[in-house]
């Protein structure tokens, strides 16, 4: 296959070191820790601000070709306006993308990954359509500065969480808890925000600079919970469509727009709960155009699988989960990670690209994210069985589905801050020592796993490297 293999990691955030501006997670870990679960902030991190050269020395030890990596708007617009740029961010990443290239990995960048500078979170965020215009001016900035050696470009990291998580549940920064309604104007105007950065690389920079722009959405497959139910089947369907295709449907379908389920249902809970007008905004034709067709690849972060069944208690709307109708809930027998929400189910992977490539006509895709969280340990045994089980899932999807995959990203490069997880739960290739000023890296057992993976191109569940104990597997795994 030709799929690339890289591995991608949030980056340091380094609050107000050298010009840069305060952003909405600087101002929660500060103002209100009791949000994360260890108290702690993204202040030092892994601290890749000053471990550029390490970590691509790093990187190309693992032999990974492309790099993820997310820019803060904060640090190149302090204050999130245009007119004030930070000169110091900007050099930061031109040496990053250079030590990259430098170094043979092609830089694979997002260009907002939740960290929204505060002072717009003072006008709403991402529920004020002003916000479209502050996008387009800091993506032009971004395009001027590295485009010339960044072909690579993702406007958005899972929109769904930013959406659901910052402006409905209050689980993520700026915690707000306007469910049915923030949701749905911040996923608006984020979908607008996209396709006006779409069109002025299209319009602006795409002839001379040749690169591609993509959107990043992440989701779960959705898996009736008892097989053959049509009321089950129906939801499992009906949550697709307004998770993942809430974002993806304006984007990849052929008609543009919402997913029209997402219309008819969010439409019809709004009247019957005396709203004078629909909580999902409307796009005029000119918007639909715009966002239709606005993504050269479609990049997906995926981790898990969850069941569906129908909602069987009255739930006090509005709310987004209301607006679905669904119940969700993953089976106990499946093998967890550390994070509550991610159990180990390969085959839902393979359903999900099977599905994409179904709904949207198989549109090249990326995946963007995937891997597992655990506490801590440099025998990872668990991670290992993930990446191989997830992999072969994909290599399936390629060779026995048809699916266009095109580039495999494991989610994570390093240990990191897990947002409101803070460092409680571990995703990386390597192990970060928090406690150390320094923040040593450590090669964990998967790291290794996955640079024989990278160079011998296969999946090997008899590999050990050396220094490690060998895993102890299920003899149905030995065989693949």
């Given at each position: 296959?030709?799929?690339?293999?890289?591995?991608?990691?949030?980056?340091?955030?380094?609050?107000?070191?050298l010009?840069?501006?305060?952003?909405?997670?600087?101002?929660?870990?500060?103002?209100?820790?009791?949000?994360?679960?260890?108290?702690?902030?993204?202040?030092i991190?892994?601290?890749?601000?000053?471990?550029?050269?390490?970590?691509?020395?790093?990187?190309?030890?693992?032999?990974?070709?492309?790099?993820?990596?997310?820019?803060?708007?904060?640090?190149?617009?302090?204050?999130?306006?245009?007119?004030?740029?930070?000169?110091?961010?900007?050099?930061?990443?031109?040496?990053?993308?250079?030590?990259?290239?430098?170094?043979?990995?092609?830089?694979?960048?997002?260009?907002?990954?939740?960290?929204?500078p505060?002072?717009?979170?003072?006008?709403?965020?991402?529920?004020?359509?002003?916000?479209?215009?502050?996008?387009?001016?800091?993506?032009?900035?971004?395009?001027?500065?590295?485009?010339?050696?960044?072909?690579?470009?993702?406007?958005?990291?899972?929109?769904?969480?930013?959406?659901?998580?910052?402006?409905?549940?209050?689980?993520?920064?700026?915690?707000?808890?306007?469910?049915?309604?923030?949701?749905?104007?911040?996923?608006?105007?984020?979908?607008?925000?996209?396709?006006?950065?779409?069109?002025?690389?299209?319009e602006?920079?795409?002839?001379?600079?040749?690169?591609?722009?993509?959107?990043?959405?992440?989701?779960?497959?959705?898996?009736?919970?008892?097989?053959?139910?049509?009321?089950?089947?129906?939801?499992?369907e009906?949550?697709?469509?307004?998770?993942?295709?809430?974002?993806?449907?304006?984007?990849?379908?052929?008609?543009?727009d919402?997913?029209?389920?997402?219309?008819?249902?969010?439409?019809?809970?709004?009247?019957?709960?005396?709203?004078?007008?629909?909580?999902?905004?409307?796009?005029?034709?000119?918007?639909?155009?715009?966002?239709?067709?606005?993504?050269?690849?479609f990049?997906?972060n995926?981790?898990?699988?969850?069941?569906?069944?129908?909602?069987?208690?009255?739930?006090?709307?509005?709310?987004?989960?209301?607006?679905?109708?669904a119940?969700?809930?993953?089976?106990?027998?499946?093998?967890?990670?550390?994070?509550?929400?991610?159990?180990?189910?390969?085959?839902?992977?393979?359903?999900?690209?099977?599905?994409?490539?179904?709904?949207?006509?198989?549109?090249?895709?990326?995946?963007?994210?995937?891997?597992?969280?655990?506490?801590?340990g440099?025998?990872?045994?668990?991670?290992?069985?993930?990446?191989?089980?997830?992999?072969?899932?994909?290599?399936?999807?390629?060779?026995?589905?048809?699916?266009?995959?095109?580039?495999?990203?494991?989610?994570?490069?390093?240990?990191?801050?897990?947002?409101?997880?803070?460092?409680?739960?571990?995703?990386?290739?390597?192990?970060?020592?928090?406690?150390?000023?320094?923040?040593?890296?450590?090669?964990?057992?998967?790291?290794?796993?996955y640079?024989?993976?990278?160079?011998?191109?296969?999946?090997?569940?008899?590999?050990?490297?050396?220094?490690f104990?060998?895993c102890?597997?299920?003899?149905?795994?030995?065989?693949?």
């Amino acid at each position: 296959t030709s799929m690339r293999c890289l591995v991608c990691n949030q980056k340091s955030a380094n609050f107000s070191y050298l010009g840069k501006g305060e952003n909405i997670w600087d101002r929660l870990t500060h103002s209100r820790p009791e949000h994360i679960a260890d108290r702690s902030n993204g202040d030092i991190a892994c601290d890749a601000y000053h471990k550029t050269v390490e970590d691509v020395q790093l990187l190309k030890d693992l032999g990974v070709n492309f790099y993820r990596f997310s820019l803060s708007w904060s640090r190149i617009l302090p204050t999130g306006h245009s007119n004030e740029v930070n000169s110091d961010g900007i050099r930061y990443y031109n040496e990053l993308i250079d030590e990259l290239i430098k170094n043979e990995i092609v830089p694979f960048v997002t260009m907002y990954h939740w960290d929204l500078p505060h002072p717009f979170q003072e006008l709403g965020g991402w529920t004020n359509p002003l916000i479209i215009d502050y996008f387009e001016d800091y993506a032009d900035i971004v395009f001027k500065n590295f485009g010339d050696r960044v072909k690579h470009w993702i406007t958005f990291n899972e929109p769904t969480l930013v959406c659901e998580h910052g402006y409905a549940l209050g689980t993520m920064a700026p915690a707000y808890t306007q469910e049915g309604i923030g949701d749905y104007l911040c996923g608006h105007n984020l979908l607008l925000s996209h396709g006006r950065a779409y069109k002025l690389y299209d319009e602006k920079y795409r002839e001379l600079q040749k690169g591609k722009i993509g959107i990043t959405c992440e989701s779960p497959w959705f898996e009736p919970k008892t097989d053959g139910d049509e009321w089950d089947i129906e939801m499992a369907e009906n949550s697709i469509q307004m998770n993942l295709g809430w974002f993806t449907h304006p984007i990849f379908s052929k008609s543009g727009d919402y997913p029209p389920i997402m219309r008819q249902k969010v439409d019809a809970m709004s009247e019957r709960e005396s709203f004078t007008r629909s909580r999902l905004p409307y796009f005029t034709d000119d918007e639909i155009q715009l966002l239709n067709g606005s993504s050269d690849f479609f990049g997906l972060n995926h981790y898990t699988t969850t069941l569906c069944t129908t909602m069987q208690w009255e739930v006090i709307g509005p709310s987004h989960n209301l607006d679905v109708g669904a119940d969700f809930e993953q089976n106990p027998e499946w093998e967890g990670g550390a994070s509550s929400w991610l159990k180990v189910v390969p085959w839902g992977l393979r359903k999900l690209l099977n599905w994409i490539n179904k709904e949207y006509g198989n549109p090249e895709v990326i995946i963007t994210e995937n891997g597992f969280s655990d506490r801590g340990g440099l025998n990872d045994c668990r991670r290992i069985n993930y990446y191989n089980s997830y992999l072969t899932e994909v290599l399936n999807a390629i060779h026995e589905d048809g699916c266009n995959i095109t580039g495999y990203t494991a989610w994570s490069f390093m240990d990191n801050f897990e947002w409101n997880q803070g460092y409680t739960e571990r995703f990386g290739l390597h192990f970060v020592d928090f406690e150390d000023p320094n923040r040593p890296r450590k090669p964990k057992m998967s790291s290794r796993v996955y640079k024989n993976i990278i160079q011998t191109r296969k999946i090997d569940w008899g590999f050990t490297p050396n220094g490690f104990t060998a895993c102890e597997w299920h003899d149905s795994k030995k065989s693949n």
